[in-house]
């Protein structure tokens, strides 16, 4: 993805995910905002973004962080909110293994608390190492946990695949996680 389209995701993340508001933007309760309202807004607030644009962010986005409804008129964030909405997600169940990528600084943490979803709505997890690694990466040299999730499902938690393939849950306690050589 271009330059000037990594922009435009960064921004439409920050709307769409966390402060609709900073544009006087609403969304609905499924997380759902007017295509032809959100650029009006966000020409309004300096940020002029074309419908074409728009759609390639969507289409050609690394990680298919947004979607737009089947009638074109409608655009959302697949995952990642820090505020509540139904995504209407149905619980899946998970893979033996998962994978949670981190840096080392919250370790000890992680061991006293398990897994939290921090500002997000849950604790974002990876289907394989690769993925998990590269989440690590954002915040320093990486380290993967692995996260006994068929395990966790036996016992009562509950997992959701998002759009774009990301596994969610609620919290993964600890004692669920190896932390290998962590
Ligand atoms: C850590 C990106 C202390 C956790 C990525 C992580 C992903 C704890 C950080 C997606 C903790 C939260 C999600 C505890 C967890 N004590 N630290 N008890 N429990 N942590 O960004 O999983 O670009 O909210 O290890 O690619 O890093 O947004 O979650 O380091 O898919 O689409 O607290 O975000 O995708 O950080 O990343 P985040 P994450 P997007």
Do not use: C
Request: aromatic content about 6%; hydrophobic content about 40%; charged content about 25%.
């Amino acid at each position: 993805m271009d330059k000037s389209l990594v922009k435009t995701s960064k921004f439409l993340s920050l709307i769409l995910r966390h402060d609709p508001g900073a544009i006087g933007l609403s969304l609905d309760a499924e997380g759902w905002a007017s295509v032809e309202e959100l650029l009006r807004l966000a020409k309004r607030a300096g940020k002029r973004i074309d419908e074409a644009t728009l759609r390639r962010v969507v289409e050609e986005n690394d990680k298919q962080r947004f979607a737009i409804s089947h009638d074109g008129q409608r655009i959302r964030a697949n995952q990642g909110h820090s505020f509540d909405v139904e995504l209407g997600l149905s619980p899946v169940v998970p893979d033996n293994l998962l994978y949670h990528g981190t840096v080392a600084r919250f370790i000890d943490a992680i061991r006293e608390q398990g897994l939290l979803p921090g500002s997000r709505q849950h604790v974002h997890l990876s289907a394989d190492v690769a993925t998990a690694m590269k989440v690590g990466e954002r915040r320093g040299r990486p380290i993967v946990l692995t996260v006994r999730a068929e395990a966790m499902h036996s016992d009562g938690h509950v997992f959701y695949r998002s759009e774009n393939g990301v596994w969610l849950t609620e919290h993964v306690p600890a004692s669920y996680i190896d932390f290998g050589a962590a």
